[in-house]
T-cell receptor, first 116, second 112 residues
């Protein structure tokens, strides 16, 4: 139990285009989901907290208009990187709070974004 | 915001050796999580600690949270190459602040 599916696992896009990443809780409902960014050889940086049915809460320094988050249902949150640039290239990981007791947070397998 | 310091940043051990990774917080830890990650992949949950003095074990990995709830350690006994990876400690903010923030991680290499 407590599986989070993240899609796509990797994506290459051209500068100026937008990319959408999906995060789904497969066997539990997640009222809260989180989006992280990870640079090479670095830890996870929390970008925003996504709450079902309400606006996301962004961490300081994260551009809201650049990284659009939508949490339209209890099992799906999406992160859209708008007008992507090479500096947006990174590894993005989502997590969902909930699921099996004791696990707390379940993570997706991540999305490798490369902007060319 | 809560800051987590992990040490060491990297560690190379010979297979069969024991090792310890530490995680220290600037504030009281309300929920301390240990994860393992292979670079470029998702996180694998290891253990979660909440109570001061708590200790949990799974296979050859033991995690402890000190009584003051500001420091946690992860100990691996008789390390194997399969233990190699990045170990991350994460902490919740307390109260209704459920977001999880992470330390910088410890890169573990186990040489056969």
């Amino acid at each position: 139990g407590a599986v989070v599916s993240q899609h796509p696992s990797w994506v290459i896009c051209k500068s100026g285009t937008s990319v959408k990443i999906e995060c789904r809780s497969l066997d539990f409902q997640a009222t809260t989901m989180f989006w992280y960014r990870q640079f090479p050889k670095q830890s996870l940086m929390l970008m925003a907290t996504s709450n079902e049915g309400s606006k996301a809460t962004y961490e300081q320094g994260v551009e809201k208009d650049k990284f659009l988050i939508n949490h339209a249902s209890l099992t799906l949150s999406t992160l859209t990187v708008t007008s992507a640039h090479p500096e947006d290239s990174s590894f993005y990981i989502c997590s969902a709070r909930g699921g099996r007791e004791g696990y707390g947070y379940t993570f997706g397998s991540g999305t490798r974004l490369t902007v060319v | 915001s809560q800051e987590l310091e992990q040490s060491p940043q990297s560690l190379i051990v010979q297979e069969g050796k024991n090792l310890t990774i530490n995680c220290t917080s600037s504030k009281t830890l309300y929920g301390l999580y240990w994860y393992k990650q292979k670079y470029g992949e998702g996180l694998i949950f290891l253990m979660m600690l909440q109570k001061g003095g708590e200790e949990k074990s799974h296979e050859k990995i033991t995690a402890k949270l000190d009584e003051k709830k500001q420091q946690s350690s992860l100990h691996i006994t008789a390390s194997q190459p399969s233990h190699a990876g990045i170990y991350l400690c994460g902490a919740e903010g307390g109260g209704s602040n459920y977001k999880l923030t992470f330390g910088k991680g410890t890169l573990l290499t186990v040489n056969p």
